[in-house]
């Protein structure tokens, strides 16, 4: 079982960047999958990108070449790189676990507006 703390989140202006960190507690961090997900007020959430224990990402096709995600074992923890941002990249953005069950972190706000 995990505990996941997201921070990072904030106002931004277009164009602009921002690195989301989640930190875990628990144990087996390194076994996980681990991503990060939005919602938007009134849509579903939906993935935006994943890291698999070997390292392999993935994205959603509205952030490629704009996102990174990446983890670090030693640190327990798992990071959102997002850079050019746009508007309609504002969202609550949450940090996911997967492994045996799936745990969620509470979210932290990402608005880019100017």
């Known amino acids: 079982q995990l505990q996941l703390v997201e921070s990072g989140g904030g106002l931004v202006q277009p164009g602009g960047s921002l690195r989301l960190s989640c930190g875990a507690s628990?144990?087996?961090?390194?076994?996980?999958?681990m991503a990060w997900y939005r919602q938007a007020p009134g849509k579903q959430r939906e993935l935006v990108a994943a890291?698999?224990?070997?390292?392999?990402?993935t994205y959603a096709d509205s952030v490629k070449g704009r996102f990174s995600i990446s983890r670090d074992n030693a640190k327990m923890t798992v990071y959102l790189q997002m850079n050019s941002l746009k508007p309609e990249d504002t969202a609550v953005y949450y940090c996911?676990?997967?492994?045996?069950?799936?745990?969620w972190g509470q979210g932290t706000q990402v608005t880019v507006s100017s």
């Open positions: 628990g144990s087996m961090f390194s076994i996980y999958t």
């Open positions: 890291i698999v224990s070997g390292g392999t990402t």
């Open positions: 996911g676990a997967t492994w045996r069950g799936s745990y």
